[in-house]
């Protein structure tokens, strides 16, 4: 098998594969409906992406297709980038804004039509023959590269703003939102600089190495596409949204007013507050629920969810996650030293605490106690 055949091999499994993934979150149950939908868009329009191996083989003398199959890559990334909107937050909804995100797409199209899309067969082969050196290709390829470091910064923004809010009104350890949400960005980013290399192969001498890339580079989304679905077979629930509504605390802290005897007032009950709060977690031991947010225990200690996000994250200084997980370790502490309680497993301590993750439970005690939970129990 020479290489070509080779690579429409991983060609072809990789498009297979990237459509069955794309049904599979068509078809999937789930709440969050349209976080699936534009995720399976963006692998269908992956797969059209990849069909670029092999597809000319079924396209001769389609060449407006061709030109427009390969033009749809620049609506992948705005695909991605609303899709990782609809897994932040559980609110989001398309609106007729959204559709801007195709301008990019729409003006690309439209560049061409002078000189490709509006000219006779022989015009558009001659195109074809020296697209490299053509002035709309070269646009073509700096709008994609520009667009998807805009989408980029754009999602990682996003991600760092969901992880701020969630550190600040819920306390549930798997996190797993943020971090699946973050590899898919970080691998996104590598397979991205790894075709981007390979591009540039087009314009050398180095034909040999070209071929060799394109093998990479369809390997390597074979790869990637198979990782999700192994991730989306075992988790098809995985995702849990907040609301978009939320606001840091930064951002809702009021003025501090200047009149001495007016922050004296204040001072007293923000004391007070944070005797009452601390009361309550050591007496009614809230956190052992692995759910909590700060909006129930606000509604259990009769404080407005506002001023308790501010009690915690600004006046005791920790995030409520932070907060809520320091009184769980404390707990494990206790029992973990507890002789009564020593043929209890450290899995079933964490699960009586209020963990649900035993790797999120190891991390959080090394970090109040620099100890494992079972060196802490054996020292």
């Known amino acids: 098998m020479d290489k070509l055949s080779f690579l429409n091999g991983i060609a072809w499994i990789s498009v297979f594969v990237s459509l069955l993934l794309a049904f599979f979150l068509l078809t999937v149950k789930t709440e969050n409906k349209l976080a699936n939908r534009l995720f399976a868009f963006f ?18 003398g389609q060449l407006n297709l061709e030109v427009f199959r390969w033009t749809t890559c620049l609506l992948g990334m705005p695909l991605f980038y609303l899709f990782v909107l609809a897994v932040c937050y559980s609110d989001f909804q398309l609106k007729w804004k959204h559709f801007l995100h195709a301008i990019p797409f729409l003006f690309v199209n439209f560049i061409f039509i002078p000189r490709f899309y509006a000219v006779g067969e022989a015009e558009k082969i001659q195109f074809f023959k020296v697209h490299n050196q053509m002035p709309e290709i070269l646009f073509f390829h700096i709008t994609v590269e520009v667009q998807y470091v805009f989408y980029i910064i754009s ?9 701020a809010l969630y550190l600040e009104n819920y306390t549930d350890t798997s996190f797993s939102t943020y971090k699946w949400l973050f590899q898919i960005t970080t691998v996104f980013v590598i397979a991205h600089t790894i075709v981007v ?3 540039l192969l087009r314009y050398t001498n180095y034909n040999e190495s070209f071929i060799w890339a394109n093998i990479l580079v369809g390997s390597v989304a074979l790869l990637i596409t198979c990782w999700f679905i192994m991730k989306a077979l075992n988790h098809p629930e995985l995702f849990r949204g907040i609301n978009s509504k939320l606001k840091l605390t930064k951002d809702i802290l009021p003025e501090e007013d200047k009149k001495p005897e007016l922050v004296n007032s204040q001072n007293e009950l923000i004391h007070a507050q944070i005797v009452t709060l601390k009361q309550y977690m050591t007496e009614k031991e809230p956190y052992l629920n692995p759910s909590l947010t700060i909006q129930e225990l ?3 200690i009769n404080i407005p969810v506002r001023d308790l996000s501010i009690l915690i994250n600004h006046h005791i200084d920790q995030h409520f996650f932070d907060f809520v997980n320091e009184y769980r370790i404390q707990k494990a502490m206790h029992i973990l030293k507890n002789p009564s309680k020593k043929d209890l497993t450290v899995l079933e301590i964490l699960y009586d605490v209020g963990f649900n993750s035993k790797s999120s439970f190891n991390t959080s005690f090394k970090k109040y106690t620099n100890l494992t939970p079972t060196a802490y129990r054996n020292s």
């Open 155 to 163: 999602v990682y923004l996003i991600l760092k703003k969901y992880k």
């Open 197 to 199: 290399l390979k591009n």
């Open 43 to 60: 692998f269908i329009l992956t797969a059209i992406d990849l069909s670029g191996f092999f597809v000319y083989e079924f396209i001769e």
């Open 298 to 300: 606000a509604g259990q």
